[in-house]
Every structure is written in C-alpha cells, then in structure tokens.
C-alpha cells in the first residue's frame, strides 16, 4: 500500500555529518506529516525531528539537525551534523499519509537505518 525507505545510515566518526533520506511511495494521496525517530539499545523510541508546515526538534539535536521534505518526491531528509557518540541508534521514518483507497490517514513506518558515531 504504502511504503517507507530509509537510506543514508552508517559510520562516522564523532564531530562528522551524515545525511538520512527516506522516499515515502505507493498509495498515497498526501503526506501530512514526516519525521524521525531513533531508538538506541536499552532506550525508548524518541522523537529526533518532525515536519509539517514547521519543524520541530529534540532538544537533544537542536542546532546540529536539519529536517527538510521535497514534497514533489515524496521525500523527508535529515541532515545531522558535529555527530556525537550518543546519537547512535537505528533511525526510523515515520509519515502520517492520506491514502488514495479511503482519503483517510494512517500511520506508516520504515524499516530503519543504522547510525553509528565511534568516539
């Protein structure tokens, strides 16, 4: 129906940047709302960064990470810079979509990307 595709995880040492990109397709009539979120080991699923009209942060990676969407493409990016050891996690895409079937909206998930910080 709908599916969501991380891509852009891996490893970088501390102080580095990586770029995650998650390209939403199939079923879909609009996109509300995008986002990210992390979980590491041992952790609970947080929040990182979502989008709407306007974006919002974990005060844990204000000013280090960016989220942006090309709505043309379907597509949530997240930007992170000055990486730190502790932001190593999987990083799932989250879109909150309007599907073409029932113009209703439903929850969808990635299937999440590594990040790896080594200090």
């Known amino acids: 129906q709908v599916q969501l595709v991380e891509s852009g995880g891996g490893l970088v040492q501390a102080g580095g940047s990586l770029r995650l990109s998650c390209a939403a397709s199939?079923?879909?009539?609009?996109?509300?709302?995008m986002a990210w979120y992390r979980q590491a080991p041992g952790n609970q699923r947080e929040l990182v960064a979502s989008?709407?009209?306007?974006?919002n942060y974990a005060d844990s990676v204000k000013g280090r990470f960016t989220i942006s969407r090309d709505n043309a493409k379907n597509t949530v990016y997240l930007q992170m810079n000055s990486l730190k050891p502790e932001d190593t996690a999987v990083y799932y895409c989250?879109?909150?979509?309007?599907?073409?079937?029932?113009?209703?909206?439903?929850?969808?998930w990635g299937q999440g990307t590594q990040v790896t910080v080594s200090s």
């Open positions: 989250y879109a909150k979509v309007v599907t073409i079937a029932t113009r209703l909206t439903y929850n969808f």
């Open positions: 199939g079923n879909i009539f609009s996109i509300n709302t």
């Open positions: 989008i709407t009209s306007s974006t």
